[in-house]
């Protein structure tokens, strides 16, 4: 069963980066699976940052693709993300999900999630 | 604003049955992209409940049902029990956007 789990500071400052990574468990982050980041505002809906294949090629939402990168580290099974220029707008909880294909797929699995506060 | 239209709030009664409905236009679900539902329990992480429009995960009662015509989709919930009161949100994928896009999320109260 994959498992997935963010980690990151919950603090960031207006106009810095934000940066989370994603330890995956139970399955191997290159054996094929798509890797990508949702966040939900608090008390909105949910919004796609972006997918990514392990082996780089990645997939981001047009309005946030300026200021995302992603990245995927196989030695230690686990992705990231980083949105740099933040402002109290990104305050949000960010989800790393596991996808089987990127676009019009489900998601079948979901991170527990991590609340990410832009405030200086 | 969400490209997906769903209301903001629905509610029934125990035992009655509610549907959900989730809007969209000629670029994502009326260009025949699937539509997929999740469950959203307070103060967790989304959950799939259907998925390519109207099948189910395994252990999904069947209490839950999908369908989609046209460029909209709705979620059907019968036999309202109180664990089902959470929020709801459909996806779907828009090709001029070229973005994976949700709807709003609907919260679902049981009476």
């Known amino acids: 069963q994959v498992r997935l789990q963010e980690s990151g500071p919950g603090l960031v400052k207006p106009s810095e980066t934000l940066s989370l990574t994603c330890t995956v468990s139970?399955?191997?982050?290159?054996?094929?699976?798509?890797w990508g980041w949702i966040r939900q505002p608090p008390g909105k809906g949910l919004e796609w940052i972006g997918t990514m294949y392990h082996s780089g090629s990645t997939y981001y939402n047009p309005s946030l693709k300026s200021r995302v990168t992603m990245s995927v580290v196989t030695s230690k099974n686990q992705f990231s993300l980083n949105l740099n220029s933040v402002t109290a707008a990104d305050t949000a909880i960010y989800y790393c999900?596991?996808?089987?294909?990127?676009?019009?797929?489900?998601?079948?699995?979901w991170g527990q999630g991590t609340l990410v506060t832009v405030s200086s | 604003q969400s490209v997906l239209t769903q209301p903001p709030s629905v509610s029934g009664a125990p035992g009655q049955r509610v549907t959900i409905s989730c809007t969209g236009s000629?670029?994502?679900?009326?260009?025949?992209?699937?539509v997929h539902w999740y469950q959203q329990l307070p103060r967790t992480a989304p959950k799939l409940l259907i998925y390519?429009?109207?099948d189910r995960p395994s252990g999904v009662p069947d209490r839950f049902s999908g369908s989609k015509s046209g460029t909209s989709a709705s979620l059907a919930i019968t036999g309202l029990q109180a664990e089902d009161e959470a929020d709801y949100h459909c996806q779907s994928y828009d090709s001029s956007l070229s973005v994976v896009v949700f709807g709003g999320g609907t919260k679902l109260t049981v009476l």
């Open positions: 390519g429009n109207s």
């Open positions: 000629s670029s994502n679900i009326g260009a025949g992209y699937d």
């Open positions: 139970g399955y191997s982050i290159s054996s094929g699976y798509y």
């Open positions: 999900v596991g996808t089987e294909e990127v676009g019009a797929t489900p998601i079948d699995n």
